[in-house]
């Protein structure tokens, strides 16, 4: 028996780390005391980023009560290739309702994210976030492309790593799905 608990402390530290890395939300209590994190349930981050194509800043806080669908991509990043005309094609079905698309470009190079608009241009604004502050410590992407669908108060309903034509429908159904819930935007 004496044996095996000098394994016990490191395993035990072990396991102890690996929640700790695992945690995706911060403590600060947001709307109906939801915490601010990255998880379905959370007050999602709030970001101001640059447009690629335009002078400006998008700031995320300033689409509060429309339902958001948020795609993280990048100009080498072969499957953001297929699913951004996806989103533009799906985009008319939606501009003018109170939703917004926004694309988050997480290259380093702005005229690597400006040339890829150039070649597949979209509808809805696109973003940068050359230093990846937002895209890495604040929204954790791993994988691209990455969609998250937020509702009208800014609460994660979905995040999606990957693209696939059965992903991107899924999405499209929560936000037509989110658009039927009349909710009081917050402030």
């Known amino acids: 028996?004496?044996?095996?608990?000098?394994?016990?402390?490191?395993?035990?530290?072990?396991?102890?780390?690996?929640g700790c890395a695992g945690d995706t939300t911060s403590r600060s209590p947001s709307v109906d005391g939801a915490a601010t994190g990255i998880r379905p349930g959370n007050i999602a981050p709030d970001f101001s980023l640059p447009f690629i194509d335009k002078?400006?800043?998008?700031?995320?806080?300033?689409?509060?009560?429309?339902?958001?669908?948020?795609?993280?991509?990048?100009s080498w990043c072969g499957p953001c290739k297929i699913e951004m005309p996806a989103l533009d094609q799906a985009w008319p079905s939606y501009k003018g309702k109170d939703v917004?698309?926004?694309?988050?470009?997480?290259?380093?190079?702005?005229?690597?994210?400006?040339?890829?608009?150039?070649?597949?241009?979209?509808?809805?604004?696109?973003?940068?976030d050359t230093a990846g502050d937002v895209s890495g410590r604040d929204w954790r992407v791993s994988s691209l492309p990455t969609t998250v669908v937020l509702?009208?108060?800014?609460?994660?309903?979905a995040r999606h790593l990957?693209?696939?034509p059965r992903q991107l429908?899924?999405?499209?159904?929560?936000i037509d799905d989110l658009l039927e819930v009349l909710e009081e935007p917050t402030p």
């Open 100 to 128: 917004a698309f926004i694309g988050v470009s997480v290259d380093e190079n702005p005229s690597a994210a400006a040339r890829f608009l150039e070649d597949i241009p979209v509808g809805f604004p696109s973003v940068i």
């Open 1 to 18: 028996m004496y044996l095996f608990r000098p394994c016990l402390a490191p395993l035990l530290a072990l396991v102890l780390l690996a």
């Open 151 to 157: 509702d009208r108060r800014g609460v994660v309903r």
């Open 55 to 74: 002078a400006g800043r998008l700031h995320l806080a300033d689409q509060r009560g429309k339902v958001v669908l948020i795609s993280f991509w990048a």
């Open 169 to 174: 429908q899924q999405s499209l159904n929560l």
């Open 162 to 164: 990957g693209y696939t």
